[in-house]
C-alpha cells in the first residue's frame, strides 16, 4: 500500500479527547500540577544556590572558624597563617570574628525570648546580605537575622533588650556564615525561634556585658577545588593549632570547617535533597500515569478490536496504529509538561522560594534560568511515557487481522478458564471480574503504596513531633545543667552550687567517625550514688566499661556488650569502651561513665569537673556559663520541625487523599469500561443497577480496602527506614513512629477518598445502555 504522509485516523484525536474529556482532564490536572512543582524546586533550587554561591564570594565567607579560650599571641597567629606554605594554600589569612553570646528580649518587657549571639560589624569577613533597613552606625543600633526576625515579630524601628541593653533594630540581615541559625556548627536542626545572630558597631559591641568568645576566622588564598582538599587543608592547620595551644596554654573550644558546619550548608543540602526527592517522587508519578495511559489504550484497542483487524486487512500498518494509539497520550504529556513549567518558572516558583524563606537565613534571591528543570520535568516525562506507551501498544496490536476481527486478543491460548471455587454466582462473577482485571488492580497496589508512602510523612511527622515533646522531660538529665567555661572553679562558687542541690559532673566531647560522616559524642564522668543519672551498674563499672544513652543505641544499633570506638576531635587519640548498659534517661548521643573511669581514661585529676546537675537554677557567674541545657533545648529541634514543616503537613495530607482518590477513579474507569458490554448483556438479563455495581464495584472495594491497609504498613515502614537512612548523616537521633493512630488515619484517609469516587462510578455504571450488548450480536 502506498505511504500515506497523513494518517487519516488522526483526525479522531479531537473526537476521542472530547469522549473521554473527564479522565484526561484529571490525569492532565495532576501532570500539570506535579511537574509544574517540580520545575518550581529545581529552578527556585537552581537560582537560590546560585545566589549564595555569589554571596560567598562577595561577603567574603569564612573557610572555617575556630574559638579558643583566649586571645592568640603573635606568634601562633603567624605559625597558623603560615602552615599554607607546605599544604598548597599560601596566602591564608586569619581574621578575628569575636563574638558574645547573651539573652534577647524581643518586646522589652523583661522576659527571655531566646539566646543571641553578636558580632561587630566587619568589612573583612562574613559579612552579611540586608534584605530589609541598612547595617548599624551608631552604638545603640542593631541588625537581626532575618528568619528569627520573622519568627519573632520583630520589624526595623523596633527596640529590643540585648542582655538588658536597649537597641534599635535599624536592619534585617542574612549572614553569610549564617544560612541556617545552627547555634552549634554540628546541631542537627537549626533553631531560628529561640537563636539569632547580631551585628552591632565596635561601640554597640562594648556596651554588651557578657564575656568574649575569641573566635577566629581563616580563608585561604587559594580556593579549595572541592571537600576532599578543603579537609586536607583544615587537617594540616588543626595540626599547627593543636601543637601552638599546648604550648601557649590555650584550649580549643570549636573547630570547624565550612565544609562541615552545619550553619553553612544545611540550608544548601537539603534544598539538594528536596530537588532529588521530587525528582524521584515525579518519575513515580510518571511511570504510574503512564501505566494508566497504557492500561486505558489497551481497553480501547479490546473495544476496537473488529475496526482495527478491519484496518489491518485494508492494507493500514501496525506502525499507523500504534501512532494514532499513541498520539492522544503524547499530546496530553507534551501540553501538560509545557503548562507545568510555564506555571514553575512564574507562579509556583515563586512559592517555592518562599517555603525556603520561611526556613532559612537566606540572602537577596534573583531567578537564573535552569535547563536541568526543562530536561527533567519535560523531556524525561515524554521519554517515559512515549517508551512505556510504545512497547505495551505494539505488543497489544501484534496479533494477526483475523484474531482482531474475532475479538480473540489472548497472547496465549488457555486450554480452559481458571476453575474457581464453589462460590455463590455473585462471589464468583466478582472473582472473574478481579482476575480479567489483574494488570489495573496491579497498577492500583502500586498507586496506593506511592500514596501511602507520602502519606506516612504527612500524618507521622507531627504526631512523631508532639510524642517527642511529651517525652522531652523524661529525655533530659536534670531540670537544669550548666556546662562551665573553665574548670577552675572558685570554692565558694563550687560549695554555693552544692548547697543549692547542685551535682558536679565531669565532660568531654568525643568524636564517633564513619566513612560519611563524624558526630560528636557526650561523654559523662558521673559520681557515684547520683541523683540525677541513675543508670543501672553504673557505679561498678570498670576503666573501660560505659553505659550509653537509648538514642546512641537505635541510631548505630549498638547492645550491651558490643564495643564503641571514639577519639579525640583535635587529637589522634583514640579510645575504645565496651557497652554494658543502656541508660534512657537522656536525649542525645551520650556516653556516661562513673568518675574514677574517666579519671583514669581521660587523665583528670579528682578535683577537675565541668559543670552541675540541678533541680532548681543555680545562681553562678554569668561569665562562667558556657551554656545550659534545658527542656527547651530538647525540644528545640521538634519546635522547629513543626514551624518550617508542620503548617504544609496538613495541606500535603488533602494532596494525599486527591491523588488517590484520582488514581483510583482513573483505574477504575477504565475497568468498568472494559466491562461495559458484559455490564449492558447483564441490564438485558434483568439485573438492576444495584445488582450490576455490587458485581463489579465490590471487588474493586475489596482490592482498595485491602490494598490500603497493607500499604499503610509497607508505607510508615518505608518512611520510617528512610528517615533513619536520612538520620545517619547528621548529629543527633529523633526517632519517626507512625503509631496504630495514625495508620488508622492514613487508612481512613484513602477510603474517604474511594468513597466518592465509588458514587461516581455507581452513575458510570447506570449510564450504560442496554442495547450496547445488542451491536455485537454476530
Known amino acids: 500500500m502506498r505511504n500515506r504522509k497523513k494518517n487519516p485516523l488522526n483526525r479522531r484525536m479531537l473526537r476521542e479527547i472530547r469522549g473521554e474529556w473527564v479522565r484526561y482532564l484529571v490525569i492532565s490536572l495532576f501532570l500539570i500540577l506535579t511537574t509544574g512543582f517540580v520545575s518550581g524546586v529545581y529552578v527556585a533550587n537552581n537560582s ?23 586571645r592568640v599571641d603573635t606568634q601562633l597567629l603567624t605559625s597558623l597563617e603560615n602552615f599554607s606554605s607546605s599544604s598548597k594554600a599560601d596566602g591564608t589569612k586569619i581574621y578575628e570574628n569575636f563574638f558574645k553570646n547573651t539573652r534577647e528580649d524581643d518586646n522589652c518587657d523583661g522576659k527571655n525570648d531566646g539566646d543571641i549571639r553578636v558580632y561587630t560589624k566587619s568589612d573583612e569577613i562574613n559579612m552579611a546580605s540586608v534584605l530589609k533597613g541598612r547595617l548599624p552606625e551608631d552604638a545603640d543600633e542593631i541588625a537581626i537575622d532575618r528568619m528569627h526576625g520573622d519568627n519573632a515579630g520583630v520589624a526595623v524601628g523596633d527596640a529590643i533588650l540585648i542582655g538588658g541593653v536597649k537597641y534599635k533594630v535599624v536592619g534585617l540581615i542574612s549572614y553569610v556564615n549564617y544560612y541556617t541559625l545552627h547555634e552549634k556548627p554540628s546541631d542537627f536542626m537549626f533553631d531560628a525561634l529561640g537563636f539569632d545572630v547580631a551585628m552591632v558597631t565596635g561601640d554597640g559591641f562594648d556596651r554588651l556585658n557578657a564575656p568574649v568568645q575569641y573566635n577566629y576566622a581563616w580563608r585561604y588564598g587559594s580556593r579549595p577545588s572541592g571537600d576532599p582538599q578543603a579537609k586536607s587543608l583544615s587537617q594540616d592547620l ?44 515525579l518519575d513515580v508519578l510518571i511511570v504510574i500515569i503512564a501505566f494508566i495511559f497504557l492500561i486505558t489504550t489497551m481497553g480501547t484497542v479490546e473495544k476496537e478490536s473488529r475496526v482495527i483487524g478491519t484496518l489491518l486487512a485494508s492494507g493500514y500498518t501496525k506502525k499507523e496504529l500504534v501512532s494514532h494509539y499513541l498520539s492522544i497520550n503524547m499530546a496530553v504529556t507534551i501540553f501538560s509538561a509545557i503548562v507545568g ?21 537566606l540572602p537577596v534571591y534573583h531567578t537564573h534560568m535552569n535547563p536541568e528543570a526543562l530536561v527533567k520535568t519535560t523531556i524525561i516525562p515524554v521519554i517515559l511515557v512515549l517508551v512505556i506507551n510504545v512497547l505495551g501498544i505494539n505488543w497489544k496490536l501484534g496479533h494477526s487481522p483475523l484474531q482482531f476481527l474475532r475479538q480473540d486478543l489472548r497472547s496465549a491460548r488457555r486450554q480452559k478458564a481458571v476453575r474457581l471455587p464453589a462460590l455463590s454466582f455473585f462471589n464468583r462473577f466478582r472473582l472473574r471480574v478481579l482476575i480479567q482485571n489483574i494488570p489495573n488492580y496491579g497498577v492500583l497496589l502500586l498507586g496506593i503504596l506511592f500514596v ?30 550548666y556546662i562551665l567555661n573553665t574548670n577552675a572553679v572558685p570554692e565558694t562558687v563550687e560549695k554555693s552550687a552544692v548547697d543549692e542541690g547542685g551535682e558536679r559532673f565531669s565532660l568531654i566531647t568525643l ?80 556516653v556516661f561513665m562513673n568518675s574514677t573511669g574517666f579519671r583514669e581514661s581521660f587523665g583528670d585529676n579528682s578535683n577537675r569537673f565541668s559543670g552541675f546537675f540541678s533541680d532548681n537554677k543555680l545562681d553562678l557567674p554569668r561569665g562562667m556559663v558556657a551554656s545550659t541545657i ?41 475497568i468498568i469500561e472494559k466491562n461495559q458490554r458484559s455490564i449492558s448483556m447483564v441490564k438485558i438479563l434483568g439485573y438492576t443497577d444495584r445488582e450490576i455495581g455490587s458485581l463489579y464495584l465490590v471487588p474493586t472495594t475489596v482490592w482498595v480496602v485491602v490494598s490500603a491497609a497493607i500499604c499503610s504498613f509497607l508505607g510508615a515502614n518505608f518512611m520510617s527506614w528512610l528517615w533513619r537512612a536520612m538520620m545517619q548523616s547528621y548529629s543527633g537521633w529523633f526517632t ?43
Open 452 to 481: 501511602m508512602i507520602l502519606l506516612s510523612m504527612a500524618v507521622g511527622l507531627p504526631e512523631s513531633l508532639d510524642s517527642y515533646r511529651e517525652k522531652a522531660t523524661d529525655m533530659m538529665i536534670a531540670p537544669h545543667q
Open 630 to 670: 534545658t527542656k527547651k533545648d530538647i525540644t528545640k529541634v521538634c519546635d522547629q520541625l513543626d514551624h518550617s514543616m508542620g503548617g504544609y503537613m496538613t495541606y500535603f495530607q488533602v494532596l494525599c487523599i486527591l491523588l488517590s482518590a484520582a488514581l483510583v477513579f482513573l483505574l477504575t474507569k477504565t
Open 48 to 70: 537560590m544556590l546560585t545566589s549564595m554561591d555569589e554571596a560567598a564570594e562577595k561577603y567574603v565567607r569564612e573557610d572555617g572558624h575556630f574559638t579558643l579560650n583566649g
Open 341 to 361: 513549567n510555564m506555571m514553575g518558572y512564574t507562579l509556583l516558583k515563586n512559592i517555592v522560594a518562599g517555603m525556603y524563606y520561611n526556613s532559612y537565613s
Open 238 to 281: 588543626l595540626k599547627e593549632l593543636t601543637g601552638g595551644t599546648a604550648t601557649s596554654h590555650l584550649q580549643i573550644l570549636d573547630f570547624a570547617p565550612a565544609y562541615s558546619n552545619q550553619a553553612i550548608i544545611f540550608a544548601s543540602d537539603d534544598m539538594g535533597s528536596d530537588k532529588a526527592m521530587a525528582g524521584i517522587l
Open 511 to 590: 568524636e564517633r567517625k564513619s566513612p560519611s560522616f563524624s558526630e560528636e559524642v557526650m561523654v559523662y564522668g558521673i559520681r557515684k550514688n547520683s541523683g540525677f543519672v541513675k543508670a543501672k551498674g553504673l557505679d561498678s563499672l570498670k576503666n573501660d566499661q560505659v553505659c550509653i544513652s537509648g538514642d546512641y543505641q537505635e541510631k548505630y544499633g549498638v547492645s550491651p556488650g558490643d564495643k564503641i570506638k571514639l577519639k579525640d576531635k583535635y587529637s589522634s587519640k583514640k579510645y575504645t569502651f565496651t557497652v554494658k548498659g543502656i541508660y534512657r534517661g537522656s536525649s542525645g548521643i551520650n
Open 736 to 778: 519517626f513512629t507512625v503509631n496504630s493512630p495514625e495508620l488508622i488515619k492514613m487508612f481512613l484517609s484513602v477510603l474517604a477518598g474511594y468513597v466518592i469516587v465509588l458514587l461516581l462510578d455507581f452513575k458510570h455504571i447506570r449510564r450504560i445502555r442496554m442495547d450496547l450488548a445488542l451491536k455485537d450480536i454476530e
